[in-house]
């Protein structure tokens, strides 16, 4: 049986060589083991809980000789909630393992390494995250209402009374909502809250099931008006998303360097973490290295978080985004900023023509931000336009590395730098940026 669980395993002892992709310790052996909350360097006790052909899941039981890097987490809740996987470990450690991680997916699966690694874009690591999807769940046996995080490693919500990532005022309103929820005739039938924490208002949009009644709306005002929060509704698709009053505050976030203002709805992707969000933009128009007379093409655009900058500096910019609702706003924000050498297409990028007649015309420098999918479809258009520089920021090591190889070794381009983003500490997300060259 190549899986299973294990009743009643015997303790174990064993050395932690490394940290897993998932943030576990890692026992080396005739069998692989990880080991959650255990750290590099640690000697301790483990008892294996699951069977896998290629390696065991084990349980922590006793911390023998702790690691030097390991910190008290702050969060109650850490170890049950699967919204952070590293808060035992210090920040300065967190980003030196998700280095090692990018160092290694880069040569083990692109074969590739930078001439230079970029210093840690880093920020906040408490209260900075303001967007976020909770669970909601009615638990008829315990006659209680839970928000937040699923539990790591089940696909439970997790009982939490606060969040200590989630930006304020969400970071403390999890027990309120708790309580708010579980007074309404329609507590199970509330299925999830997204969250976005905009410079001018914090938008909680419900996923409501079912029209919620006239004494259910009521608590949700008295609620926004005790918490000065907006409070959304989505009975269906996105398209349903409507406020519960009758006028709503636009969520805008300031990137104040380029004198820019960015406005999006509580759904759209938006960079979790402000202030890195603004380093990163800080650290990617320098790395391109622009020019008044520069044409600049940014795929997977969003809504022109880095394009807007882009234009401010040169002679015209070209978003191409697959989602039309981002597309729009993309335009609406250069209108609003009064930016007028900026244009947005929406295009798939991932098939074999997508944004063709975007891409005509010619670039001289190229900016990518894909999804954790990465961008491989649209490299060799993008290697066609020979431009001087590319910037790629990326959310996942593993299509970042495999795509710096196609790059470096099929199309004509060397990498030049590299360097994690700090967009989500505690967790085990590692972001990053590369910065390519044309090959003379």
């Known amino acids: 049986m190549s899986r299973g669980r294990i009743d009643a395993a015997m303790p174990e002892e064993g050395s932690i060589a490394a940290l897993n992709h998932d943030g576990e310790g890692v026992v080396r052996g005739a069998k692989t083991v990880f080991v959650p909350g255990a750290l590099p360097g640690?000697?301790?006790?483990?008892?294996?809980?699951?069977?896998?052909?290629?390696?065991?899941?084990?349980?922590?039981?006793?911390?023998?000789?702790?690691?030097?890097?390991?910190?008290?987490?702050?969060?109650?809740?850490?170890?049950?909630?699967?919204?952070?996987?590293?808060?035992?470990?210090?920040?300065?450690?967190?980003?030196?393992?998700?280095?090692?991680?990018?160092?290694?997916?880069?040569?083990?699966i692109g074969k590739v390494s930078p001439a230079r690694w970029l210093p840690p874009i880093t920020g906040p690591v408490w209260g900075y995250r303001r967007r976020a999807r909770l669970g909601v769940k009615y638990v008829l046996k315990r006659g209680e209402?839970?928000?937040?995080?699923?539990?790591?490693?089940?696909p439970y919500i997790a009982a939490l009374e606060r969040c200590e990532i989630l930006a304020p005022p969400v970071d403390a309103l999890i027990a309120p909502l708790k309580e708010m929820i579980g007074s309404l005739a329609a507590r199970d039938r509330i299925a999830q809250i997204e969250v976005a924490v905009a410079d001018t208002a914090t938008v909680l949009v419900l996923r409501n099931l079912d029209p919620l009644g006239a004494t259910d709306r009521e608590a949700l005002a008295r609620f926004e008006a005790k918490h000065a929060v907006q409070i959304h509704l989505q009975p269906g698709g996105h398209d349903t998303i409507h406020p519960l009053g009758e006028t709503a505050t636009p969520l805008r976030y300031a990137l104040p360097a380029h004198d820019l203002q960015f406005e999006f709805r509580a759904t759209d992707f938006v960079q979790v973490n402000a202030l890195t969000n603004s380093r990163l933009v800080d650290l990617a128009l320098d790395s391109l290295?622009?020019?008044?007379?520069?044409?600049?093409?940014?795929?997977?655009?969003?809504?022109?978080?880095?394009?807007?900058?882009?234009?401010?500096?040169?002679?015209?910019?070209?978003?191409?985004?697959?989602?039309?609702?981002?597309?729009?706003?993309?335009?609406?924000?250069?209108?609003?900023?009064?930016?007028?050498?900026?244009?947005?297409?929406?295009?798939?990028?991932?098939?074999?023509d997508g944004g063709a007649a975007a891409l005509a015309g010619g670039f001289s420098r190229v900016l990518l931000d894909p999804p954790r999918t990465g961008a491989l479809e649209v490299l060799p258009r993008v290697a066609a336009l020979a431009a001087a520089r590319l910037v790629y920021v990326s959310c996942h090591p593993g299509t970042l590395a495999r795509d710096l190889g196609v790059l470096c070794h099929q199309l004509g381009y060397r990498l030049e730098a590299a360097g994690v983003i700090d967009m989500f500490p505690h967790t085990n997300h590692v972001e990053s940026i590369a910065v390519l060259e044309r090959d003379r």
């Open 42 to 108: 640690e000697r301790v006790h483990y008892a294996r809980v699951r069977k896998h052909r290629a390696y065991d899941e084990a349980k922590l039981l006793e911390i023998l000789e702790p690691a030097p890097e390991r910190v008290v987490p702050q969060c109650a809740h850490f170890g049950v909630c699967g919204g952070c996987a590293l808060q035992h470990l210090a920040p300065e450690a967190q980003l030196a393992a998700k280095q090692r991680e990018l160092a290694d997916n880069l040569l083990r």
């Open 289 to 352: 290295q622009l020019g008044a007379e520069d044409r600049v093409l940014d795929l997977f655009c969003g809504l022109g978080n880095f394009s807007l900058p882009i234009a401010r500096r040169v002679r015209a910019v070209v978003g191409i985004e697959g989602e039309a609702g981002l597309v729009a706003r993309a335009r609406d924000n250069a209108a609003r900023n009064g930016i007028e050498n900026a244009q947005f297409h929406v295009a798939d990028l991932t098939q074999a």
């Open 145 to 154: 209402v839970l928000v937040g995080f699923r539990e790591r490693g089940k």
